[in-house]
T-cell receptor
């Protein structure tokens, strides 16, 4: 069975500081991994995805994530936080080629940006 | 191109009533999935449809049902509403099934049961 754990339900950083949101996964088969962002009263927007190609994945809005199989991690980073990055971020895992019913979402991390 | 459209955006219902939520996928998308998002349970899978056929159903009571029409639009219905059904209901679509990396989510319908 697959699972995903997001460490820290709330992360606060200063504007211009490094953003690091942690995600660890468990999967018995090669996983697909995703990061989504959700702004208040909005749906989920895909930030980036790992689908077994390059281990360093670049996404939108300056975010990137690195797939580390040995650490079963897929942490999300951004070198310099912007006020507009304040939102909730979800890590998700699924099996390659599986259906929507197999997507497992993490519990989310709320990112706050201090001026 | 237009995104996934969910209507209505907000809804307030009374316990015991029923409600129907609508999802119009991106043009050309044939797969539609529904999720329930609550602070306590997070994001949970409800249903998945492809070409009018329900492919999978999550672990929800029979009060939750759905369907997909020939134009790929989908509706979900919740009967005999309970307070615990208050949630953000999200719909996602993709061109084909088993196409997880390309799912696009709508903005959701916020259902409040009082």
């Amino acid at each position: 069975a697959q699972s995903v754990t997001q460490l820290g339900s709330h992360v606060s950083v200063s504007e211009g500081a490094l953003v690091l949101l942690r995600c660890n996964y468990s999967s018995s088969v090669p996983p697909y991994l995703f990061w989504y962002v959700q702004y208040p009263n909005q749906g989920l927007q895909l930030l980036l995805k790992y689908t077994s190609a390059a281990t360093l994945v670049k996404g939108i809005n300056g975010f990137e994530a690195e797939f580390k199989k040995s650490e079963t991690s897929f942490h999300l980073t951004k070198p310099s936080a912007h006020m507009s990055d304040a939102a909730e971020y979800f890590c998700a895992v699924s099996e390659a080629g599986s259906s929507a019913s197999k997507i497992i979402f993490g519990s989310g991390t709320r990112l706050s940006i201090r001026p | 191109k237009a995104g996934v459209t969910q209507t209505p955006r907000y809804l307030i219902k009374t316990r015991g009533q029923q409600v129907t939520l609508s999802c119009s996928p991106i043009s050309g998308h044939r797969s539609v999935s529904w999720y329930q998002q609550t602070p306590g349970q997070g994001l949970q899978f409800l249903f998945e449809y492809f070409s009018e056929t329900q492919r999978n159903k999550g672990n929800f009571p029979g009060r939750f049902s759905g369907r997909q029409f020939s134009n790929s639009r989908s509706e979900m219905n919740v009967s005999t509403l309970e307070l615990g059904d208050s949630a953000l209901y999200l719909c996602a679509s993709s061109r084909i099934d088993f196409d997880i990396p390309y799912y696009t989510f709508g903005s959701g319908t916020r259902l409040t049961v009082v």
